[in-house]
Nanobody, 115 residues
């Protein structure tokens, strides 16, 4: 099993920045990829960003140029640096990890962009 704990969410004004963190624990060896999804009220969960074991990040078009995903050398923690935040970025952000054929999810962290 893999346990994931997110942190770093909060309330920020439009144009502001936040850095989300996700720490993985448990059986973390052979994690193939880690990333982020988000879910806004009344909407389906949507992909945000992912970084694979080869350290090649991929992003949703809606966040390209504004968000950056990275991971520590130990590869048990990932970050999502979110800049130029917009009200449309308001959502619960979920960290996920892929290990073998299984997907593990965190509990989510709320990001609210509002003036």
């Amino acid at each position: 099993q893999v346990q994931l704990v997110e942190s770093g969410g909060g309330l920020v004004q439009p144009g502001g920045s936040l850095r989300l963190s996700c720490v993985a624990s448990g059986t973390i060896f052979s994690i193939n990829a880690m990333g982020w999804y988000r879910q806004a009220p009344g909407r389906q969960r949507e992909f945000v960003a992912v970084i694979s074991s080869g350290d090649r990040p991929n992003y949703a078009d809606s966040v390209k140029g504004r968000f950056t995903i990275s991971r520590t050398d130990t590869k048990n923690t990932i970050y999502l640096q979110s800049n130029s935040l917009e009200p449309e970025d308001t959502a619960v952000y979920y960290c996920y990890a892929i290990r073998g054929g299984s997907v593990f999810w965190g509990q989510g962290t709320q990001v609210t962009v509002s003036s």
